[in-house]
């Protein structure tokens, strides 16, 4: 029977979506594939989901097609299904940087496509997910279809197809930038004495609970932040020291560096 869902590449964002989709479609409704024959093996002995042979099987034998390889191998993806996928398809991209537009002229102008940006937080269950595509190509079960698939590894927001590559930068990319900061403040405390997998349950919680602070308040991230700094405490000594050596703007700095990059810049 034909799947509801086919993973081409099953690296770290496609297995964790393989994974996650489980919780939503039964094992056998699922199909993947891969270019590593032993990644392929090891999914299949983790997980039980049924593997095609090669990206054209996988395309033919699903209706929902997820393609979860890295933007550079998106060429020969495309080449390898643009004689297999029709306008019954629904194509699930996760490449930053790579149009609807770009997909269209690879595949077709008939084929509907979904571009989406979700993050590796999704591995826990946590991800969030931008997503664009234009409504009208779909039904509402195929809708309710696309976000139930996303929702199942986390949040899930439509937004025009003009801010993709904004999103890339707030969520898709930004988990490195948080998993450093988490690091260096590991390391400030370790350099004080504190056992270093304490020092990195502390900031990782710390973390953690700032953001549900964020998104469960509605609070500004800057009245939470006053919130904390007390009038002349240690709290707005440190955060004197962060404006002093630039921490906004290295942030920011990041961020363009990574637009740069999903608009073509080198």
Known sequence: MAAEIGFIGVGNMGYAMLKASMRVFDRMEILYTDADWQRVRTVFEETGVRFAQSNAECANGATMIVLAVKPQYYPSVLKSIKNIVTE?????????GITTEELREALGYDKRIVRAMPNTPALVGEGM???C????????EEKNKIHRF???FGKV????ERWMDAV???SGSSPAYVYMFIEALADSAVKYGL????????????????ARMVLETGKHPGELKDMVCSPGGTTIAATS???EFGFRNAIIKAADACFARCRGGK
């Open 133 to 140: 595509y234009e409504a009208s190509l779909f039904t509402e």
């Open 88 to 96: 019954q398809h629904i194509i699930v991209s996760i490449a930053p």
């Open 157 to 160: 927001r439509v937004v025009e």
């Open 195 to 210: 056992p270093r997998k304490d020092a990195y349950e502390f900031a990782a919680q710390t973390v953690l609970g700032s």
């Open 150 to 152: 996303f929702s199942s």
């Open 241 to 243: 020291a962060l404006e």
């Open 129 to 131: 997910t931008g997503i």
């Open 168 to 170: 890339v930068c707030v």
